[in-house]
């Protein structure tokens, strides 16, 4: 069965920046203040980019107090991560089998 890659996601991850977020929230719950100063980002950028992530339903908040933390939601990882596992195995059980003919 031929599983289809989830693009939007990929397009999301596909920004340096937002890859670097999505790498340092799987490490831990942090804030915007925490993401600047990690990131060397301005804050105004940063804030652009995690709304993209949050759109793309790969982080979600938790609000405390005056700042708003963020948390990588794992299993959005995980299910892109079964589409290349899926993609992988039907290219291993197809491999050599299947070949277009020659184009007249």
């Given at each position: 069965?031929?599983t289809s890659?989830?693009?939007?996601?990929?397009?999301?991850?596909a920004d340096?920046?937002?890859l670097?977020?999505?790498?340092?929230?799987?490490r831990?719950?942090?804030?915007?203040?925490?993401?600047v100063?990690?990131?060397?980002a301005k804050?105004?950028?940063?804030?652009n980019?995690l709304?993209?992530?949050r759109e793309?339903g790969?982080?979600e908040?938790e609000p405390?107090?005056r700042?708003?933390?963020y948390?990588l939601?794992p299993?959005?990882?995980?299910?892109?991560a079964?589409?290349f596992?899926?993609?992988a195995?039907?290219?291993r059980?197809?491999?050599?089998?299947?070949?277009k003919r020659?184009?007249?």
């Amino acid at each position: 069965m031929l599983t289809s890659v989830d693009t939007d996601l990929i397009r999301v991850l596909a920004d340096p920046l937002r890859l670097r977020i999505v790498t340092l929230l799987a490490r831990e719950t942090l804030c915007t203040t925490h993401l600047v100063a990690e990131t060397g980002a301005k804050q105004t950028n940063l804030s652009n980019h995690l709304r993209v992530l949050r759109e793309a339903g790969m982080v979600e908040t938790e609000p405390c107090g005056r700042f708003t933390y963020y948390r990588l939601r794992p299993e959005v990882i995980e299910t892109l991560a079964g589409q290349f596992t899926d993609l992988a195995a039907t290219a291993r059980e197809t491999a050599g089998r299947n070949r277009k003919r020659a184009c007249p």
